[in-house]
């Protein structure tokens, strides 16, 4: 039952700090090392309950390992469990990511800082390509859903769709589809224990509980956003990129890697926050930290806000968009978790939902392999040129702007996380040291 345990609480949060400062590796390695802590050697969660709650996880928008850290928590002491799991999950990775942007903003134009990052931009490519492959492994069960795939691609690359509308029509595509008998639903899995985490409470109590969960939720998510629109305006940086972000938190579906094409394209493109190569180099930056990819985000609302007309001295106004960033994109993860936690095993049996995931998933194959491209050609062209002929969209690079060097670093990067299987930090810190090396020997 949530929030009974023999586990102290000052004990499990010193577990839950130890796993926010040691948290690198992205989900798939966060999901490990919680896994072999928490089940393994503290043996606080049986396989049953971790897998029960990761499913769960998996469903929502947002970082999973992050939910996952805070369903956890919840499990063991209940919403104030949940709280310092998920917080020490990203307050480590908040705290260096900010210092690293602090930096990046002042000296990002200084020789050896731009071969460092040179160089991490390859390796960044060949990461995305990774997660690509990852995910797809997972996604492609069935044969529909390569047409999934297939279609989401073709809507964002082609025909420029918004990332939100991918999303829905996956969701619809794989409801049909379902409705045809063309994708069936996985199998739910060990029902082992499925009941052991609920609440002996009535539906009514439950409505009600979940009523003010909701309301609390909301009122901390979107107070500050409503807030900063009446105070600044519409058109201020602080209030875009509340707006802007508090969408991202609801439909970032598949991570942060799903995500990160649309972020670009309305971040560098409508926005102009950031360039597309100062977008790879926060993403290398992100996979260097602990904590979830998305952090990613707070890079951009950094550079963002530093770099808007705010009135403010460059350096606080790039640390309150920062901080808008970070909230609107994580307080989101908490209420989806405590207001849906108490029905997990509930929505697990639902067979329609669990097939519009499904597809969701498959769709966010096609919408990274949009994002491997674009990043790829942002990687080795010096000039990328955006154009339209009808209603399609087209990225094409000038052959003549091809960098043989990237080139070169990105095919090595590719075989040492491909074929060789290196961490993303040994990846990335090599390549940065092969970038110096290039630049300057």
Request: with cysteine.
């Amino acid at each position: 039952m949530a929030g009974q345990t023999d586990v102290s609480f000052g004990e499990a949060f010193r577990v839950w700090t130890k796993i926010g400062f040691l948290s690198f590796g992205g989900p798939a390695g966060q999901i490990a090392l919680m896994h072999r802590i928490l089940v393994d050697e503290k043996k606080w969660l049986s396989e049953s309950q971790f897998l029960h709650a990761l499913n769960f996880c998996m469903l929502l928008p947002g970082p999973e390992a992050q939910q996952l850290a805070t369903y956890s928590g919840w499990l063991l002491h209940g919403v104030k469990g949940g709280l310092a799991a998920g917080l020490m999950f990203i307050l480590p990775g908040v705290a260096v990511m900010l210092g690293l942007s602090v930096l990046y903003a002042a000296y990002a134009d200084l020789a050896f800082v731009d071969a460092i990052f040179f160089g991490i931009k390859a390796a960044v490519f060949a990461i995305v390509i990774e997660a690509l492959i990852r995910i797809s492994k997972r996604a492609m069960k069935q044969a529909m859903l390569y047409a999934v795939a297939g279609a989401a691609f073709i809507a964002i690359f082609l025909f420029d769709v918004p990332f939100p509308l991918v999303i829905a029509g996956a969701a619809l595509l794989g409801f049909i589809a379902m409705r045809a008998g063309l994708i069936s639903a996985s199998p739910a899995g060990d029902d082992e224990a499925a009941n052991d985490t609920a609440r002996p409470m009535t539906m009514r109590a439950m409505a009600l509980r979940s009523a003010g969960t909701l309301a609390t939720g909301l009122v901390l998510w979107l107070g500050p956003v409503a807030a900063l629109i009446f105070f600044l305006g519409g058109g201020h940086v602080l209030a875009q990129q509340a707006v802007f972000f508090s969408q991202m938190a609801v439909v970032t579906f598949g991570g942060a890697y799903a995500v990160l094409a649309y972020v670009a394209q309305e971040a560098v493109q409508n926005y102009g926050w950031l360039s597309a190569g100062e977008m790879l180099d926060g993403l290398g930056l992100a996979e260097t930290t602990p904590g979830p990819l998305i952090l990613v985000l707070q890079f951009v609302g950094y550079l963002g806000a530093f770099r808007a007309e705010t009135g403010l001295d460059p350096a606080i106004a790039g640390i309150a968009g920062a901080a808008v960033t970070v909230w609107v994109t994580f307080v989101p993860c908490f209420l989806w978790i405590f207001l849906g936690a108490p029905y997990v095993e509930r929505l697990r049996k639902v067979e329609s939902l669990n097939v519009i995931f499904m597809a969701i998933t498959a769709a966010v194959a096609g919408v990274i392999l949009n994002l491997a491209i674009w990043f790829g050609l942002h990687v080795l062209f010096g000039e990328v040129a955006e154009r339209h002929v009808s209603v399609l969209r087209l990225w094409v690079p000038d052959v003549a702007t091809l960098d043989p060097w990237a080139l070169v670093l990105s095919i090595g990067a590719l075989v040492a996380v491909l074929r060789f299987k290196m961490g993303m930090v040994s990846v990335l810190g090599l390549a940065a040291a092969l970038g110096l090396a290039i630049r300057f020997l």
